[in-house]
């Protein structure tokens, strides 16, 4: 009998490599799937993709280029002219937010998915970092399953496994610490490369995770007063 398949949305960061780390320990053979959208932190994302791959023993990967998010701008990720937030998360929708990204992932994802004959597409969405983020909810990924199996051949039954969307950080770096994830090859930082600012909304969401698991986070900082 053929081994289930899982299709894994990995960005490099903690909670898309921790998702992928329980798809693993639930008995599915991972196929790894990156985006490179012309991010600020591009060049670290995907190293760290391939870096966690490799020690997840991963043999099928997908990165994949998406310039025309670029082209599209309207995000802080993205356009070098908006700055990024580092005053700490604010109410609604923040200048980081990338229209319809996961949106555009989990299509794709779903593209694979049908060609590999996978049952199950993993994504690491997160409700207490959506920060207004309309992609990172329940009720999105609900209606994109729908969406996907009714865009699809019959035969292909997919589900969108979210096992982080209702942790906390401290829970996510609790939950990688006992699992022993690397954590030391994820990157969160929303603007730097080489060392993580510690003051952008994901470096404040991470650090606060770690202090309140009481942990150390194994990259370096900028600064870690956030």
Same mark, same amino acid.
């Given at each position: 009998?053929?081994?289930?398949?899982?299709?894994?949305?990995?960005?490099?960061?903690?909670?898309?490599?921790?998702?992928?780390?329980?798809?693993?320990?639930?008995?599915?053979?991972?196929?790894?799937?990156?985006?490179?959208?012309?991010?600020?932190?591009?060049?670290?994302?995907?190293?760290?993709?391939?870096?966690?791959?490799?020690?997840?023993?991963?043999?099928?990967?997908?990165?994949?280029?998406?310039?025309?998010?670029?082209?599209?701008?309207?995000?802080?990720?993205?356009?070098?002219?908006?700055?990024?937030?580092?005053?700490? /998360? *604010?109410?609604?929708?923040?200048?980081?937010?990338?229209?319809?990204?996961?949106?555009?992932? &989990?299509? $794709? @994802? #779903?593209?694979?998915?049908?060609?590999?004959?996978?049952?199950?597409?993993?994504?690491?969405?997160?409700?207490?970092?959506?920060?207004?983020?309309?992609?990172?909810?329940?009720?999105? /990924? *609900?209606?994109?399953?729908?969406?996907?199996?009714?865009?699809?051949?019959?035969?292909?039954? &997919?589900? $969108? @496994? #979210?096992?982080?969307?209702?942790?906390?950080?401290?829970?996510?770096?609790?939950?990688?610490?006992?699992?022993?994830?690397?954590?030391?090859?994820?990157?969160?930082?929303?603007?730097?490369?080489?060392?993580?600012?510690?003051?952008?909304?994901?470096?404040?969401?991470?650090?606060?995770?770690?202090?309140? @698991?009481?942990?150390?986070?194994?990259?370096?900082?900028?600064?870690?007063?956030?």
């Amino acid at each position: 009998m053929a081994q289930k398949k899982a299709v894994c949305i990995m960005s490099g960061g903690m909670d898309s490599t921790l998702a992928a780390y329980l798809m693993r320990d639930e008995g599915y053979d991972i196929i790894g799937v990156h985006f490179s959208y012309a991010q600020r932190t591009q060049k670290k994302e995907y190293a760290s993709f391939h870096a966690i791959c490799q020690n997840l023993h991963i043999k099928t990967r997908y990165a994949l280029p998406l310039d025309f998010f670029g082209m599209i701008g309207a995000s802080a990720l993205i356009d070098t002219n908006i700055a990024v937030p580092t005053g700490g /998360i *604010e109410a609604g929708v923040p200048a980081t937010y990338v229209p319809f990204r996961n949106g555009i992932f &989990l299509s $794709i @994802a #779903t593209a694979i998915a049908e060609k590999e004959n996978a049952e199950v597409l993993s994504i690491g969405v997160v409700e207490e970092d959506s920060s207004g983020y309309p992609d990172c909810t329940k009720a999105f /990924i *609900e209606s994109m399953t729908q969406s996907i199996n009714l865009g699809t051949k019959e035969r292909t039954r &997919l589900r $969108i @496994a #979210t096992p982080l969307v209702n942790l906390t950080k401290e829970e996510i770096v609790t939950w990688s610490l006992q699992r022993e994830v690397p954590l030391h090859l994820t990157w969160s930082c929303y603007q730097n490369e080489t060392l993580a600012c510690g003051v952008c909304d994901s470096c404040r969401l991470r650090l606060k995770g770690f202090a309140r @698991a009481n942990a150390s986070d194994p990259i370096a900082y900028e600064q870690t007063d956030a």
